[in-house]
């Protein structure tokens, strides 16, 4: 099944830290660019980072800094590691594969003050 799924959200307070992972099944996952982005309540969805195939990592400015993209090709797996986050850091994160045009259903990142 061709599918991302999204995990490692939830509620987290503001100066602290949350990991959130991205499962990809049914694509060749080491050959395409992924990346993450998110959707606040009332915004539109906006690109958070990107990693190339060959590892290339790029960041908003909004979280430079303060997130680390990475991946473990041998897993299918894609994470995002934020820290020092901040009240407008919530919002809906989603997975997205470039090469396969596929969207993740998205996790919840709520950050409390």
């Known amino acids: 099944q061709v599918q991302l799924v999204e995990s490692g959200g939830g509620l987290v307070q503001a100066g602290g830290s949350l990991r959130l992972s991205c499962a990809a099944s049914?694509?060749?996952?080491?050959?395409?660019?992924m990346g993450w982005y998110r959707q606040a309540p009332g915004k539109q969805r906006e690109l958070v980072a990107t990693?190339?195939?060959?590892?290339?990592?790029d960041y908003a400015d909004s979280v430079k800094g303060r997130v680390t993209l990475s991946r473990d090709n041998d897993k299918n797996t894609l994470y995002l590691q934020m820290s020092s986050i901040r009240p407008e850091d919530t919002a809906v994160y989603y997975c997205h594969s470039e090469g396969y045009s596929l969207w993740g259903q998205g996790t919840q990142v709520t950050v409390s003050s």
């Open positions: 049914g694509i060749i996952f080491s050959l395409v660019g």
């Open positions: 990693i190339s195939e060959r590892y290339i990592a």
